[in-house]
């Protein structure tokens, strides 16, 4: 179980880096293109939703490699886990059923792993 939740938690790292950094270098103009959503929302909410998906991935993989304050992984999935549901609930008052999917799936896989490393596959 241990190797299956890494492989959860790099996935999910990997997901939120490439969303946080595509947030915070891209050109506005082609983010508001891809993703209509962002063009509802002010440029600077858009670049500071980017912080946390950032710190989320990075605090999924950072504290349990190296044994520092293993207890940030659960929390950064914690973190990961609201946020997602955040965006859930604006997909749902957009209607945008599109968006809902992979969100939705990213909310139960963040749970998971905050409920498997704060429970029973602690560190």
Same mark, same amino acid.
């Given at each position: 179980?241990?190797? +299956?939740?890494?492989?959860?938690?790099?996935? %999910?790292?990997?997901? +939120?880096?490439?969303?946080? %950094?595509?947030?915070?270098?891209?050109?506005?103009?082609?983010?508001?293109?891809?993703?209509?959503?962002?063009?509802?929302? =002010?440029?600077?909410?858009?670049?500071?939703?980017?912080?946390?998906?950032?710190?989320?991935?990075?605090?999924?993989?950072? =504290?349990?490699?190296?044994?520092?304050?293993?207890?940030?992984? =659960?929390?950064?999935?914690?973190?990961?886990?609201?946020?997602?549901?955040?965006?859930?609930?604006?997909?749902?008052?957009?209607?945008?059923?599109?968006? %809902?999917?992979?969100?939705?799936? %990213? $909310?139960?896989?963040?749970? $998971?792993?905050?409920?498997?490393? +704060?429970?029973?596959?602690?560190?």
């Amino acid at each position: 179980m241990n190797v +299956f939740l890494w492989v959860l938690q790099i996935l %999910l790292a990997v997901m +939120f880096a490439m969303s946080g %950094l595509e947030k915070a270098s891209q050109p506005w103009d082609k983010l508001t293109r891809k993703y209509p959503w962002m063009g509802h929302y =002010p440029q600077a909410v858009v670049r500071l939703i980017a912080v946390p998906e950032l710190l989320g991935a990075l605090g999924l993989i950072v =504290p349990a490699a190296t044994g520092i304050a293993p207890i940030l992984t =659960p929390i950064a999935a914690t973190g990961l886990a609201i946020l997602t549901a955040l965006a859930a609930t604006m997909h749902i008052r957009r209607k945008e059923t599109s968006g %809902l999917t992979v969100t939705a799936v %990213l $909310f139960v896989l963040a749970a $998971f792993v905050a409920w498997a490393r +704060f429970g029973p596959y602690a560190w």
